[in-house]
């Protein structure tokens, strides 16, 4: 059997659009789930019941894919596990159509496998624009990350240790912090000299 799954991000918007293409493909509305609720978030009661609902043999439809996961990735994760339990899944107005319960269809399964590909980039790009974002902050001196609570007397001795020649190991051993607090927090060595002209790091040989 074919279900529905609609949803909206809030209260204010109306389902119609989305309902209207769902009844054009024969789901009625007591097939028909739906939510008001944003995609950023994990509880969505219609989603939910909708899931618990179908069974073997069942196809979902949703007007875009977007409805359903939060990410492409999502999505892909979701439809997957749905696959494991024999459901299906099938979009009817994004421009690449996907129908997952169509293993037989070689051009349903290349739309899950651009679906795919998609998720990967996505989660690329997404990895790529947090460490831009923290290499940004960390140059102009801002600390990124969650804040660490410090007792400020056990990192001035952390220092201390760290200025005596102590290894990090021997800090965290003797201070009971966190090696990657220590790491946050404490200044760098200096470097190390590799010649006895004092001058840090190693000589460049004369082309």
Do not use: C
């Not at 009661?45 to 609902?53: D, I, K, M, S, V």
């Not at 001035?156 to 021997?170: F, S």
Request: zero cysteines; glycine letters at 8%.
């Amino acid at each position: 059997m074919d279900l529905g799954y609609a949803r909206v991000s809030t209260a204010k918007q109306d389902l119609d659009r989305q309902l209207h293409a769902l009844a054009e493909v024969g789901i009625a509305a007591e097939r028909t789930f739906v939510d008001k609720k944003s995609g950023s978030t994990t509880d969505r009661p219609g989603l939910r019941a909708l899931l618990g609902y179908a069974r073997d043999g069942d196809v979902i439809v949703v007007h875009t894919l977007d409805r359903l996961g939060r990410t492409v990735r999502d999505t892909l994760n979701m439809i997957h596990e749905l696959t494991e339990r024999g459901v299906g899944v099938r979009n009817l107005a994004d421009p690449i159509r996907v129908d997952s319960s169509r293993p037989e269809d070689p051009m349903a399964q290349l739309a899950v496998v651009l679906l795919a590909l998609f998720g990967q980039m996505e989660r690329t790009y997404m990895l790529e624009r947090a460490a831009h974002a923290r290499a940004v902050a960390t140059a102009k001196g801002r600390r990124t990350g969650r804040p660490s609570v410090v007792d400020p007397h056990k990192l001035n001795y952390a220092v201390h240790l760290r200025e005596a020649g102590d290894t990090i190991a021997e800090i965290v051993a003797k201070t009971g912090i966190a090696r990657t607090t220590l790491y946050r927090h404490l200044p760098p060595r200096p470097a190390q000299s590799l010649t006895a002209a004092g001058t840090p790091g190693a000589p460049e040989r004369a082309k």
